[in-house]
């Protein structure tokens, strides 16, 4: 059994939020979730619509949307820790670190999950197989670290006891 961590925070990601942000992504013709808490693929990136005006754009095209937003949309910083989990404990790392059933979800329909691991905040989105997440950047190195030592801790083989 083993949990694979990747840190994936150096692709760029821009955020955005407002009442126009919808209708000027469409205008850059960037393909929209059609509900909140849901996700799109962008070429080498992904849309995350995480409410009804809220969005995170990672990857090459997070650039383009950065520039000056119009009227009614407004710039939200990220400067997240990314992470992609994957591994045949994944699923066993989730159900210690936190509540959500990702085994429930269907990748298929590219949902969003935000809620929380470990105390902290997080933004989950199931691939199939892995699981990529986005928190806080402040909490980044800890959240990281201690998700690696449940991971290790879980693949160790248990102590063998004397009689």
């Known amino acids: 059994m083993s949990v ?22 469409e205008a850059l013709q960037l393909p929209l979730p059609a509900q909140a808490n849901g996700w799109e ?3 080498e990136g992904r849309i995350l619509r995480l409410g ?20 009614g949309v407004y710039p939200v910083l990220r400067e997240d820790c990314a992470l992609r989990l994957s591994g045949t404990a994944l699923n066993e790392l989730l159900l210690q670190t936190c509540s959500v059933d990702f085994v429930a979800l269907d990748p298929s329909h590219r949902p969003v999950v935000l809620t929380s691991m470990m105390g902290v ?43």
């Open 121 to 163: 905040s997080v933004i989950a989105l199931p691939e199939s197989g892995a699981l990529r997440l986005w928190c806080d950047g402040t909490f980044g190195a800890w959240f990281e670290a201690t998700l690696r030592s449940i991971a290790t801790d879980l693949t160790r083989p248990p102590a063998r006891r004397e009689p």
């Open 52 to 71: 009804i005006s809220e969005f995170l754009i990672e990857g090459p095209l997070a650039a383009r949307v950065q520039s000056t937003p119009p009227r």
């Open 4 to 25: 694979h961590c990747e840190d994936v925070s150096a692709q760029p990601r821009a955020g955005l939020k407002g009442p126009g942000a919808a209708a000027w992504l």
């Open 41 to 43: 693929p962008l070429p």
